[in-house]
């Protein structure tokens, strides 16, 4: 697992920097769990997996018809932003674009 994490930080610590320009590798900020970087990325993922288990509910059952809630100007815009990525995907001709994308989304 820690073999993992790693190379996930290592990666995502390359591909944040844009290639013209210089990096300098910092170790300890690369492994942080907090802010922009790998493993904060990789723990959020891990962290929405275990509330989605242990919700124990069928969301293929549920439409946008089906179900009348309240939601949150934060969550409209994070609907918005996950309606995007497709385009995000098709659009962006460099890694880096991509990344900010899931900056922004994780924070």
Same mark, same amino acid.
């Given at each position: 697992m820690y !073999?993992?994490? +790693?190379? +996930?930080a290592l990666k /995502? /610590?390359?591909?944040? $920097?844009?290639p013209k320009k210089q990096m300098l590798f910092n170790p300890e900020e690369s492994v942080d769990f907090n802010g922009?970087? +790998?493993?904060?990325?990789? /723990?959020?993922y891990a962290r929405i997996q275990s509330i989605l288990r242990k919700a124990d509910f069928d969301y293929t059952a549920v439409t946008? #018809?089906? $179900?009348? $809630? #309240?939601?949150?100007d934060k969550e409209k815009e994070?609907? !918005?932003? $996950?309606q995007q990525f497709p385009d995000v995907i098709q659009s962006a001709?460099?890694?880096t674009v991509r990344l900010w994308w899931l900056i922004i989304l994780t924070n």
């Open positions: !073999k993992i994490i +790693g190379l +996930g /995502y /610590y390359m591909l944040k $920097v844009d922009n970087t +790998g493993p904060f990325i990789q /723990y959020t946008l #018809s089906t $179900v009348e $809630v #309240s939601i949150l994070l609907i !918005k932003q $996950v001709a460099e890694i």
